[in-house]
Structures are given as structure tokens and as C-alpha cells.
């Protein structure tokens, strides 16, 4: 498996293998932890071979600095077949969360897992904001 992207955003959709993404982030900031985003979503594109088809199982952790899970992992099984007429085909998982809530500020990563082996992570920055300035990018 070739891993094509890995991001978090405002919102995403897979319509008929078209990808959607609004808002892609890297950090989020508020006064007060736990830090709460009313709704993102965790976005992956996969590509498989052929000899890769059939039924794998992904899962998505949010680590802090420690290795220590920040939320219940999330779990999504992906069936592959890739047709007869090509070498490969990529996946597109789109994971919605509501009500994300980190309970902690820091350095953090989003990691992603296929068949319980590591594939890749992007960081998350959580971020305490700072009163009397203007909302920045990362700001809630």
C-alpha cells in the first residue's frame, strides 16, 4: 500500500471515488484545555496493487508526545479489489468526528495503521490562544 494522503479537516466527502476536502489544519488553539472542534473529519487515500486486494483493516490514533492515546481509536475495515484492467487503485476513507476533544495542549500526532502495522503520521499542534489579539488560523 502506497499512502497518497493523510490530513485533518474542516469537512471531506468520497463521492464515487472523488475526494472533497474544506479546511485542511495542522493546529488548533483555545483558552482553555480540553480543546473541543465541534466537527472535523481525518482523511486518507490509499493506493493498493493487485496483489495487495482484499479486506484490510485501518485505525486512526491520536498520540501525545508520550505515545499516550488522546481518544479511543477509530477502526474502519476497507475491501480492495482492483480491476482486472488496471495495476492498482486508490481507496479514499473519509473518518467524520464530532465533538473532537483533545485534553491537552502540545505536540501530537495522528497515526495511521493498516493491518496493525504503521504506515504514517501527521502532527497535530494544540495550542493555548492568546487573549486581545486577532483570531488566528488555529483558533476554534
Given at each position: 500500500m502506497n499512502l497518497e494522503l493523510l490530513a485533518i479537516c474542516d469537512a471531506a466527502t468520497d463521492y464515487q471515488g472523488r475526494l472533497n476536502m474544506l479546511g485542511v489544519f495542522e493546529g488548533v488553539a483555545a483558552p482553555k484545555a480540553p480543546v473541543i472542534r465541534d466537527r472535523c473529519s481525518i482523511v486518507t487515500r490509499m493506493r493498493f496493487s493487485t496483489e495487495e486486494s482484499g479486506a484490510h483493516a485501518l485505525a486512526i490514533r491520536?498520540?501525545?508526545?508520550?505515545?499516550?492515546?488522546?481518544?479511543?481509536?477509530?477502526?474502519?475495515k476497507v475491501s480492495v479489489k482492483v480491476p482486472s484492467n488496471r495495476k492498482s487503485i486508490a481507496v479514499n476513507m473519509v473518518l467524520n468526528i464530532n465533538q473532537l476533544k483533545i485534553p491537552e495542549f502540545g505536540e501530537h500526532e495522528i497515526a495511521l495503521y493498516l493491518d496493525e502495522v504503521f504506515?504514517?503520521?501527521i502532527p497535530l499542534t494544540v495550542a493555548r490562544s492568546?487573549?486581545?489579539?486577532?483570531?488566528?488560523?488555529?483558533?476554534?
Open positions: 491520536l498520540r501525545n508526545k508520550k505515545g499516550i492515546q488522546l481518544m479511543p481509536e477509530m477502526k474502519a504506515q504514517s503520521s492568546v487573549k486581545n489579539r486577532m483570531r488566528g488560523t488555529m483558533e476554534n
